[in-house]
């Protein structure tokens, strides 16, 4: 029998970052996940609703777990960003009562549903590590990663709760897996740090440095290329390496892909793909 989860895809991956849902979908496929669409369900918040509107937010995502709750199964997201921020949200319902209750009411009088709290949020990386396993994954694996490796975990996962079994201050579930497809895990210190999401409209200086910074540690220990387990940064480290690489001078050029595509590519989805990023680390690198 497949794990079943509730998909939350995250707030870009169905826009700015398709390839992380496209290459989601057949990943979780051969990991025996099926995953099941959330219905009306709305954006995390990214941590933004919530400097301007807190309740807002925590509203927002109330009803999230609510549909998730109703379908009887737990969150999966492949994004570290949108898994730390609705496991903030989720950890503040439970444990405030009261909390919990005003905002059922809310929920009550807007949407129709209310929330237990029986429901948890899981990012693909921990299901994959301690719930699926390891050996499992070895065993799917159809085309070796061999490369130079940097993973990035980012911090929004990076908290009591967040990461599964991992340790929150000096992860390596990341490296694990990218061992078990293949590749050669880089021990890099900006690994878990931020690279500024989601400040870019309003700190865009601040974020490029941020950026050139992360990807310019990665390069200096060897790094080929780096996977990002948070859309968000991804599409930051990606999109934005250029522009951070003008206004820094530091050297920034590397492929950044997705979780989720590793793990597509490994297991023999979107060959083409993968050949697209055998030539990209080809043409990119130093």
Not at 121 to 139: A, C, M, N, S, W
Request: aromatic residues 4%; proline residues 4%; hydrophobic residues 40%.
């Amino acid at each position: 029998m497949p794990m079943k989860y509730a998909f939350h895809p995250g707030n870009i991956a169905h826009s700015s970052a398709t390839e992380v849902t496209q290459t989601m979908e057949p990943a979780a496929r051969s990991l025996g996940i099926e995953l099941i669409p959330m219905k009306g369900a709305t954006s995390c918040g990214a941590g933004i609703i919530r400097q301007a509107n807190d309740v807002l937010q925590i509203t927002l995502n109330a009803r999230n777990f609510a549909i998730a709750e109703s379908m009887g199964v737990d969150i999966i997201t492949p994004c570290a960003a949108t898994a730390g921020n609705l496991h903030e949200d989720l950890s503040r319902l439970k444990a405030d009562p009261l909390l919990l209750a005003k905002t059922n009411e809310v929920l009550q009088r807007t949407s129709g549903i209310s929330l237990k709290g029986d429901v948890n949020v899981r990012h693909i990386l921990h299901v994959i590590v301690d719930e699926i396993g390891l050996e499992k994954v070895e065993g799917k694996l159809r085309n070796p990663m061999n490369f130079r490796i940097a993973g990035y975990y980012g911090p929004n996962i990076q908290q009591e709760g967040a990461c599964g079994d991992d340790d929150v201050f000096d992860p390596n579930y990341l490296e694990l897996l990218i061992d078990a497809l293949g590749g050669s895990p880089v021990e890099w210190e900006s690994r878990t740090q931020s690279v500024g999401v989601p400040g870019l409209f309003s700190e865009e200086a601040t974020v490029l440095r941020q950026v050139a910074a992360a990807i310019s540690d990665a390069k200096s220990e060897g790094a080929e290329m780096i996977v990002s387990a948070c859309t968000l940064s991804h599409t930051l480290l990606d999109v934005y390496q250029g522009k951070a690489s003008r206004s820094t001078g530091l050297s920034t050029n590397i492929p950044v892909i997705h979780l989720t595509e590793m793990l597509a590519f490994a297991f023999g989805h979107h060959n083409n793909r993968l050949a697209q990023l055998r030539t990209r680390i080809a043409v990119i690198g130093d």
